[in-house]
Nanobody, 118 residues
Framework: QVQVVESGGGLVQPGGSLSLSCKAS???????????KAWYRQAPGKQRELVAK???????NYADSVKGRFTISKDNSKKTIYLNMNSLKPEDTAVYFC?????????WGRGTQVTVSS
């Protein structure tokens, strides 16, 4: 099982920016590069939803609600993925979860709170 740890959540005003990080701890590089990578979020009273995904082929997918505002990226040397969030809205408030996985293994982070409020 892959262990992943998120960081970078916090409180930000509407229109602001925030970056999240997620590191695959104790994973060797070949394992990291063979994993699909994604960010999910869950707002109070709502189901967890996919925010952004980065496949092993380098293909990115975004939820319609975040297209043009959020960017998922990775740094193989650090075995870390990022979610850069711009033009944040109150409706982006949620707990954000990191996911890495493939057919053989997967890992979920514990989540990091992002609150967008004035």
């Amino acid at each position: 099982q892959v262990q992943v740890v998120e960081s970078g959540g916090g409180l930000v005003q509407p229109g602001g920016s925030l970056s999240l990080s997620c590191k695959a701890s104790r994973a060797i590089l070949s394992t990291f590069t063979g994993l699909d990578k994604a960010w999910y979020r869950q707002a109070p009273g709502k189901q967890r939803e996919l925010v952004a995904k980065l496949t092993t082929d380098g293909i990115t997918n975004y939820a319609d609600s975040v297209k043009g505002r959020f960017t998922i990226s990775k740094d193989n040397s650090k075995k870390t993925i990022y979610l850069n969030m711009n033009s944040l809205k109150p409706e982006d408030t949620a707990v954000y979860f990191c996911y890495m996985g493939n057919r053989n293994t997967e890992g979920w982070g514990r989540g990091t709170q992002v609150t967008v409020s004035s």
